[in-house]
T-cell receptor, first 114, second 113 residues
Framework: AQSVTQPDIHITVSEGASLELRCNYS??????LFWYVQSPGQGLQLLLK??????LVQGIKGFEAEFKRSQSSFNLRKPSVHWSDAAEYFC????????????FGKGTKLSVKP | DTEVTQTPKHLVMGMTNKKSLKCEQH?????MYWYKQKAKKPPELMFV???????INESVPSRFSPECPNSSLLNLHLHALQPEDSALYLC????????????FGSGTQLSVL
């Protein structure tokens, strides 16, 4: 069965510092992988996705993620964090049958120190 | 227009009430979804509609009744809910040619008293 693990529940970084959020997945075939961001009480905004091809994916707001098949990982990175990046981040894997059934990780809450 | 609009944004209802959540998109997407998100938890899929027909029901209790009256609208009818049904209900849509490209609405925060 598909699953997604985000090992870090809560991360705090200083503004301007670099960021890496970890995501590991379990999936039998080539996965469809996603990172979403959610501000409190809001919906989910897609940051980036990986379907195939180049394993380094660029997204919105200066985020990027790298697909590493050997490590079953899809970690999200940003070189310099802004205070407005404080939010909940969800990694997700596309479910079977390509029905738009996304399996989400439990999320990582990002706090940004001034 | 790349938005999925959900109304109302907040809803408080009693356990004997009947209410409906509404979702609308004008992107021409023919796949629409309901997700439920409990506090501090990830979203969980409830229903999927393809071409206005229900294609996935993730064993959701019958007190939740989805409806897709046309290609732009998706409703979720609520009846006899329990306090544990309190959650953020998210609607999403996607093109059928790129099902994994979900566009989410901002959700309806539901409280059941």
């Amino acid at each position: 069965a598909q699953s997604v693990t985000q090992p870090d529940i809560h991360i705090t970084v200083s503004e301007g510092a670099s960021l890496e959020l970890r995501c590991n997945y379990s999936y039998g075939a080539t996965p469809y992988l996603f990172w979403y961001v959610q501000s409190p009480g809001q919906g989910l905004q897609l940051l980036l996705k990986y379907f195939s091809g180049d394993t380094l994916v660029q997204g919105i707001k200066g985020f990027e993620a790298e697909f590493k098949r050997s490590q079953s990982s899809f970690n999200l990175r940003k070189p310099s964090v802004h205070w407005s990046d404080a939010a909940e981040y969800f990694c997700a894997v596309g479910g079977g049958g390509s029905q738009g059934n996304l399996i989400f990780g439990k999320g990582t809450k990002l706090s940004v120190k001034p | 227009d790349t938005e999925v609009t959900q109304t109302p944004k907040h809803l408080v209802m009693g356990m004997t009430n009947k209410k409906s959540l509404k979702c609308e998109q004008h992107m021409g997407h023919r796949a629409m979804y309901w997700y439920k998100q409990k506090a501090k938890k990830p979203p969980e899929l409830m229903f999927v509609y393809s071409y206005e027909k229900l294609s996935i029901n993730e064993s959701v209790p019958s007190r939740f009744s989805p409806e897709c009256p046309n290609s732009s609208l998706l409703n979720l009818h609520l009846h006899a809910l329990q306090p544990e049904d309190s959650a953020l209900y998210l609607c999403a849509s996607s093109p059928l040619t790129e099902r994994m490209k979900l566009f989410f609405g901002s959700g309806t925060q539901l409280s059941v008293l």
